[in-house]
Each structure stands twice: as structure tokens, then as C-alpha cells.
């Protein structure tokens, strides 16, 4: 279940990234960056009745049954409540259509999905398809690289995204979506990008 993901990095007692320099080519952890985790409260029966009944639905509802969002790695990556996805997914839509992509060229269509999370610093939402061939599936594009048809999606289910953020958050970060985390170490004007995730940093540095 996805909530269990979500439960396991939220009893870390004191996470963190051990990071690099940016620049540096021998990627040499020289930078810890402590990161804290922040969930909302359960969703309302309400809202939990607005979560489309699709291939991994019931992970979804398990999921904000507990918790009606999150702000994982110190907002880095945001899990936005179930009330903010038709806001979102109108800006999304907006995004679409302002760039003029054609639907029949994606593997969805612009009304085909839902906007549901937020890596920091990238240029576009995370989509949980909710119609068509690729119901089910949770994808990430920026906004000027649009998947060809016969792309893969970030994850195919609403559960293997969340196990994705919570389990390997480096590479959702750097490499799935491209959003280029960067952190400060309060003295230098030195960016640190993020390599390995530490759960307790009284354990392990």
C-alpha cells in the first residue's frame, strides 16, 4: 500500500540528503542537508469521493483516508489535497493549451488526467491519468518536452509513485523530473545537489 511508504519515511527521526557541489564531477558528499516531513490530516468523506475509481484507486483513498496531502523533504516535493487538484489541473490544462500540443500526438489527452503533486523548481505538475488507455498511470513532462504517444509514464500506478517518492526521492528528483534541487549551506554561495537520502542522521552520515 502506498501509505505504508508514506508512514515508513515519516518515522525517520531525523532524515536528511547527503549532497554534492554543483559542478563537481566526482560527485564527493562534502554537504548534509537536513530535511523534515509535514503531512496534512485525513481527507473528508467528501473529498474522498472525488478520487476517481480507476486501476489503483483503492491505493489513493488509502492514502488520503490518512493523510489529505504532504510536504516531503522540506517542500520539495509536495502532495497536493485532494481539494487543490481541480485548481491545479485547470493551470495544468492552461499550460496545454497555451503551448498548442495536440492530444492525439500524447499518450493522453489534456482532459484526460488530474494534477496531483509538485516537485519543486520543475516547470510542470505530476498527472494521475484518469481516462483512456493510460487510466491508472501517474506521468511527469516539462512543459516544452512533451511525451511522444509510445512514452513510458513516471509510474503506472498511483501506489508506484508514491513508493517512488518516498523510496528513491533522489531519482524522482534529479532525474524523473528534472526539477534541479538545489540546497544552501547558509555560508557559501555554493548549490548542493542532493545524492543520497540519510532517515536518521544521529545514525548515519
Known amino acids: 500500500m502506498?501509505?505504508?511508504?508514506?508512514?515508513?519515511?515519516?518515522?525517520?527521526?531525523k532524515p536528511g540528503f547527503a549532497c554534492y557541489a554543483c559542478g563537481d564531477k566526482s560527485k564527493a558528499e562534502k554537504f548534509i542537508a537536513p530535511v523534515t516531513h509535514e503531512v496534512a490530516l485525513p481527507a473528508s468523506k467528501k473529498s474522498l469521493?472525488?478520487?476517481?475509481?480507476?486501476?489503483?484507486?483503492?491505493?489513493?483513498?488509502?492514502?488520503?483516508?490518512?493523510?489529505?496531502?504532504?510536504?516531503?523533504?522540506?517542500?520539495e516535493i509536495e502532495i497536493f489535497s485532494i481539494d487543490e487538484w481541480s485548481g491545479r489541473t485547470e493551470q495544468s490544462i492552461e499550460n496545454w493549451e497555451e503551448a498548442g500540443y495536440e492530444d492525439d500526438e500524447m499518450p493522453y489527452g489534456r482532459n484526460d488526467f488530474l494534477a496531483i503533486a509538485y516537485p519543486q523548481g520543475a516547470s510542470t505538475y505530476v498527472h494521475w491519468v484518469t481516462r483512456g488507455p493510460a487510466a491508472g498511470q501517474v506521468w511527469w513532462w516539462a512543459s516544452t518536452m512533451p511525451p511522444a504517444r509510445?512514452?513510458?509514464?513516471?509510474?503506472?500506478?498511483?501506489?508506484?509513485?508514491?513508493?517512488?517518492?518516498?523510496?528513491?526521492?533522489?531519482r524522482f528528483l534529479n532525474e524523473v523530473s528534472l526539477c534541479y534541487t538545489r540546497f544552501s549551506d547558509g555560508r557559501t554561495v555554493k548549490q548542493w545537489i542532493p545524492i543520497r537520502y540519510i532517515p536518521d542522521l544521529t545514525v548515519e552520515v
Open 150 to 170: 509510445d512514452a513510458s509514464p513516471a509510474a503506472t500506478t498511483f501506489r508506484g509513485f508514491i513508493d517512488m517518492v518516498c523510496n528513491e526521492p533522489v
Open 2 to 13: 502506498a501509505i505504508k511508504s508514506l508512514q515508513t519515511i515519516l518515522s525517520h527521526k
Open 49 to 75: 469521493a472525488q478520487i476517481p475509481s480507476i486501476g489503483g484507486s483503492k491505493d489513493a483513498v488509502n492514502f488520503y483516508a490518512e493523510h489529505d496531502g504532504a510536504q516531503l523533504y522540506s517542500g
